[in-house]
């Protein structure tokens, strides 16, 4: 798609001309002359200062177009000159990057199409600033926005989208913390560590079960759930779709079968997740779980870690 000047842009204008002494007299090729203007800004109204074509209306024109109409100008003032033009900043091609960067402003989407790639983005406003385990990126466009990882992000290549004129960029520092309650060696609240943060590494960094204390069948982990996970887990149980978007889950898991070990090595905890080790036997607590309420879903290991 050719690219429409506008105001605020600014191109770069060469002028090749076939006699020697002439208006825009320079080095160059023997018997040819050219020479490279300065930077030139397109103003508020469309208006662009040629040398010798006078202020011309670039705005609302492609490239082709302004290259044609400041040669033909220029026709009139010296023989049979050839102009190039190139766009050298877009305004209307820009995204603003803010937030945890090392210089925060506006910058210009590289692509052919007018588009740019959301980490060479951040890399061109002198990249994240934070540790990437910890660091947000939320990339606004309009009225929908959507937030990741910075880790992630450098780690999936199909979340490296594909930014748009006018989006907005905010780096910021979000720690994501975990608690951890009962039979457990520091019973707290937590900070991950890195971005795919498991429930092998939540335990670990909480020291590990209280080994005189806990019940190592009763590891739960409690989290509110968007309704579309709810609902497949559901669905492998024979269960009813819900309809609430926040649903509170609690997964169980039981470390006395080996497996469990490799689903707590696959289970990625996410912010605010509260982690309980009991330290009663696994039926009284499943009593409590159930009379609490029909809306709280458990998920077992047989569905949840597992799937």
């Not at 999936?156 to 930014?163: K, S």
Request: charged content about 25%.
């Amino acid at each position: 798609m050719t690219p429409i000047l506008g105001a605020g842009d600014v191109i770069g204008v060469t002028v090749w001309e076939s006699v020697e002494g002439g208006l825009f007299a320079g080095g160059g090729v023997q018997g040819l002359r050219s020479a490279a203007l300065a930077d030139i800004l397109i103003d508020r109204n469309n208006l662009a200062f040629i040398p010798y074509a006078g202020r011309l209306k670039l705005g609302g024109k492609s490239v082709e177009a302004a290259r044609q109409i400041i040669q033909t100008k220029l026709a009139k003032e010296t023989l049979k000159p050839q102009v190039e033009v190139r766009l050298k900043s877009d305004k209307k091609h820009r995204v603003a990057v803010t937030g945890l960067v090392g210089k925060p402003g506006l910058y210009q989407l590289n692509l052919a199409d007018g588009s740019g790639r959301l980490i060479e983005t951040i890399a061109s406003a002198g990249g994240a600033q934070g540790k990437s385990h910890r660091t947000s990126v939320k990339v606004m466009r309009g009225k929908r926005h959507g937030s990741i990882n910075l880790g992630r992000l450098y780690s999936r290549p199909a979340y490296d989208i594909n930014l748009l004129p006018g989006d907005k960029v905010i780096v910021s520092d979000e720690a994501r913390t975990f608690t951890v309650l009962g039979a457990i060696n520091k019973a707290s609240e937590h900070e991950f560590t890195k971005w795919n943060f498991m429930l092998v590494d939540a335990l670990a960094v909480a020291g590990g079960l209280d080994d005189a204390r806990a019940d190592r069948t009763g590891v739960f982990v409690f989290r509110f759930e968007h309704r579309r996970v709810v609902n497949a887990l559901r669905r492998r149980a024979d269960g009813e779709n819900l309809r609430t978007v926040r649903v509170p889950v609690v997964y169980q898991l039981n470390l006395m079968e080996p497996q469990s070990v490799f689903h707590a090595k696959a289970f990625q905890m996410q912010d605010q997740d509260t982690i309980l080790v009991t330290n009663a036997p696994l039926h009284q607590w499943n009593k409590v779980l159930n009379s609490v309420s029909k809306a709280v879903f458990l998920a077992r290991s047989g569905i949840s870690f597992a799937e």
